[in-house]
């Protein structure tokens, strides 16, 4: 009997052994799944997801997706997010695989009315400040990674009046519909794959585009940003002060001073893997200033930013421009250092430059930008080898970049393609093929490039097809270029003008080749024959690098002069120019040339008592250029720079004979370009110097003539309140500079602050003198002065006036020494400009 008990007792203890583990493990569970907004099926990234009355938890990530390990099961899961109605769900019914909807909250920010001790929130802002250098990226000492970027363009809120039109009339299956009921028009779609290495000493960068794959409207299809879509700046370092958009600094909400434009609440806290995480609401002080709205999340284990989720503010000035919105997710490496690993922005940009209340939707561009970042590599890398030991910025592209097919892309992508993005692509091809959209694309790169695309042929350029001067009169011109259809590598181009006064026939005649490489190495001969500007050189091209002529034109100036341009002779040349990029960032050129300029109607040439027909002239050049980390554009044969956050050098070798009638005249010429811009805080800084020296006798049309202005427009790097031929130097020096305060003070002036002015300041100084021996060469005009004084103006002006203008107060410190030269002006300008 005792034995069948104990048996009895040893099954029952047995049992509850087995029981235990199972009942423990039965009240665990795993669970995974994805949170989405309810009315658009939206991922919502950094929502919460956690146990209630527990500290278990975790975040969404930016795309909505979450996990959680052996959680009981004893409480309810709580999902919430700022915007949303929290939700409620019992872990016990809960699949493993959840698709968690939150609907939507609507509530005004501004609104909120809460008044927080500010001492949990001030002392999070410094810790976030002492912890600014070691989790900012800027400051790894070397890295490495790849990046996959996606690039989307539609035209929204598209009416009826374009989707029933000729063009689209029979294509109404290109136009897909919003959730909302707008129609909208696929026009751009792109994504590339990039390379990236940086170490900070010695200073060294590369950047390679492994594959890119495009569709789009030409205007767009056909700009390769160089060295900008390629780099980690566009992706935007919030752990800056400041974060750079479309050339203007916007304050960022982890800004040491952020206190002065925003306002910060802690909205939310919760604790995941030991760790505390913060969700931080901010809004500005100062809805004109350069500011953003959002929220971002902070983890208190090294106060390093994991999610921003950042608004541009909706009063924010920049012209076009109506909504921005950006979001960022950041990545612990080796549990340490902070990188970033997502990035978007979507904005939408409108026609019109303000966004004027009306009841019906206009005409937008839409634009998204997807940027992933993946094997990153910190600190423990090999030193970086660029192809010249004293280079340290390098931009590669691969040759076989564009020709990756599908299955490259599929294994590579980042980011795999919706079934939209696919659908875009084809719609785009669609919109390519017809002929009103080829028209209008056409009609925006001449904007852009002064010339019209018709084929194998472009016209152009349009600002010279009619022009005036006192001595052509009436000037028409008709001509063009080769375009990229018939090659790549080699262009011809040219024209012809007439002027109805003068019944004489200019023109100019070209061919260039650019040669196959990676390295941009071309070669121009060229032939130029037309009225110019006495005086009018190559130097201007240095400061102003993609003008297509060395005379500079402005709207303004050509409707209102202050006095007769008569300062005109005709000049015939001759050039041979072969151009060569050793690296990036470093280029040269060797140039030959012949001139002529021929005795001007109104100032004739006179050497002593004797009358000159021309001056002629043999010429070589060498030409330096130095950049860094310079944003441009390239098309073929032609090259559009953009920027650079650094100086921009030119430099100048020449050396020749000129010969003024019977006289040979041997010289050599030193001259020198630095332009560099940069930021104070919100305001920007712009400065240009250029400076030389002529050795030899040499008439005055072969020697420095600063740039003058006798109109009422405004140029950048002339001097607006002398006049031309007012001065001649062979030696000079020459500085311009403007401070752009893109309404610092404006911004905060109640009746001014919606109007969006932008306040700048300039400064511009001339020093030279003319050799004695250049005063016994050919006769100056009567006009014309060798002072040696230092000449200086400034002004003060209005930017952005009434969205296209700036007008500006000139005065002209320098007295003159002729009396019709005033010493105050207004000059104005008109710019379209974000």
């Known amino acids: 009997m005792i034995n069948k008990y104990c048996k009895y007792i040893f099954n029952i203890i047995c049992s509850f052994c087995i029981l235990i583990p199972s009942t423990i493990t039965a009240q665990q569970k795993n669970i995974s799944g994805v949170v989405i907004d309810a009315t658009n099926n939206d991922p919502i990234p950094m929502a919460n997801i956690y146990i209630k009355n527990t500290t278990i938890g975790t975040t969404s990530n930016i795309k909505g997706q979450f996990s959680l390990i052996n959680i009981p099961l004893n409480d309810s899961l709580i999902i919430s997010s700022l915007g949303f ?13 959840l698709k968690i909807t939150l609907i939507p909250v609507s509530f005004n920010v501004n609104e909120i009315k809460v008044i927080p001790k500010d001492d949990r929130i001030k002392k999070l802002l410094n810790d976030i400040d002492k912890h600014r250098n070691f989790n900012n990226p800027d400051k790894i000492e070397r890295y490495s990674y790849e990046k996959y970027t996606k690039w989307d363009y539609t035209l929204n809120n598209v009416d009826n009046s374009l989707m029933k039109s000729k063009t689209f009339k029979n294509k109404q299956s290109l136009f897909k519909k919003l959730s909302n009921g707008k129609h909208y028009l696929p026009v751009y779609f792109s994504e590339q794959i990039t390379k990236h290495e940086f170490q900070q000493n010695p200073t060294g960068e590369k950047t390679v585009i492994e594959a890119e794959n495009t569709s789009g409207l030409g205007v767009m299809d056909h700009l390769e940003i160089s060295g900008y879509t390629a ?24 800004s040491s001073n952020g206190w002065f434009y925003y306002r910060y609440y802690i909205e939310d806290s919760v604790k995941t893997d030991n760790n505390w995480k913060y969700k931080v609401l901010y809004y500005p002080r100062r809805k004109e200033e350069n500011v953003f709205k959002g929220y971002f999340y902070i983890n208190d284990k090294h106060f390093n930013l994991t999610y921003i989720d950042a608004t541009l503010s909706d009063k924010n000035q920049l012209n076009f421009l109506k909504s921005m919105h950006l979001t960022s997710e950041y990545q612990l490496i080796n549990d340490s250092v902070s990188f970033l690993k997502t990035n978007c922005v979507e904005a939408t940009f409108d026609y019109l430059p303000t966004n004027y209340n009306t009841q019906k939707d206009r005409f937008e561009l839409g634009y998204k930008r997807n940027c992933s970042i993946s094997n990153v590599k910190v600190d423990e890398l090999p030193m970086l080898k660029l192809s010249n030991n004293g280079l340290s910025y390098e931009y590669e592209k691969s040759s076989n970049a564009a020709l990756k097919d599908s299955n490259y892309w599929e294994t590579k992508r980042h980011i795999k393609l919706s079934s939209n993005d696919l659908l875009k692509t084809a719609i785009i091809d669609s919109v390519n ?11 925006l790169e001449m904007g852009l490039t002064s010339f019209y695309d018709i084929g194998k042929f472009e016209w152009g350029p349009y600002p010279d097809f009619v022009t005036f001067n006192k001595i052509e009169g009436l000037r028409l011109y008709a001509g063009g270029r080769t375009s990229s259809e018939i090659s790549n590598n080699w262009m011809l181009y040219g024209g012809l003008g007439y002027g109805l006064k003068s019944h004489e026939i200019s023109g100019q005649f070209g061919a260039g080749y650019k040669f196959n490489g990676n390295r941009r190495k071309i070669v121009l001969a060229s032939f130029d024959d037309r009225y ?23 709207l303004i100036s050509s409707f ?28 040269s050129s060797l140039k030959s040339c012949w001139k002529k300029q021929y005795s001007p109607k109104f100032y004739p040439f006179i050497n ?15 030409e330096l250029r130095f950049s860094w980390k310079e944003k441009f554009i390239d098309k073929g044969y032609r090259r559009l720079y953009l920027s650079s956050n650094y100086p921009i050098i030119n430099m100048s070798f020449s050396a020749g004979q000129a010969y003024l009638g019977n006289e040979h005249l041997p010289y050599a010429k030193v001259h020198a370009t630095c332009k560099h811009s940069f930021f104070l805080g919100q305001t920007q800084f712009k400065t240009a110097f250029e400076a030389g020296h002529i050795f030899g006798k040499l008439p005055y049309t072969l020697l420095n003539i600063p740039r003058g202005n006798e109109t009422y427009g405004l140029y950048l790097y002339n001097f607006n309140m002398i006049n031309y031929l007012e001065f001649v130097h062979d030696t000079y020096f020459h500085s311009f500079f403007e401070y752009h305060l893109n309404g610092f003070f404006f911004n905060r002036i109640p009746l001014l602050k919606k109007l969006g002015l932008r306040e700048v300041l300039s400064a511009k100084g001339m020093i030279g003198q003319l050799s004695e021996k250049q005063k016994n060469s050919m006769n100056l005009p009567d006009k014309m ?22 007008l500006e107060v000139l005065w002209r410190s320098t007295p003159s020494v002729y009396d019709n030269i005033p010493k105050f002006g207004f000059r104005a300008k008109f710019e379209i400009k974000l």
Not at 433 to 443: C, D, E
């Open 85 to 97: 109605k929290p939700r409620s769900i019992h872990p016990k019914n809960c699949n493993e695989n």
């Open 231 to 254: 780099s980690l700046e566009s992706t935007l370092n919030f752990y800056n002060n400041y974060v750079r958009i479309y050339n203007r600094n916007y304050v960022s909400p982890l």
């Open 433 to 443: 093929n017809i002929n009103r959209i080829k028209v209008m694309n056409n009609t």
């Open 532 to 554: 110019i500007k006495i005086g009018e050189n190559m130097h201007i091209l240095h400061l102003k690098e993609n003008m297509l002529r060395t005379s500079e034109t402005n």
């Open 560 to 587: 209102f002069n202050r006095d007769e341009f008569d300062e005109l002779y005709r000049q015939q040349s001759a050039q041979l120019t072969y151009s060569h990029e050793w690296k990036t960032g470093f280029s």
């Open 608 to 622: 002593q008592s004797d009358s000159i027909t021309d001056i002629q002239t043999i010429e070589a050049t060498c």
């Open 785 to 806: 002065g060798s002072s040696t004084e230092p000449y200086s103006e400034v002004g003060a002006g209005i930017e952005n006036l009434l969205r296209f203008f700036r």
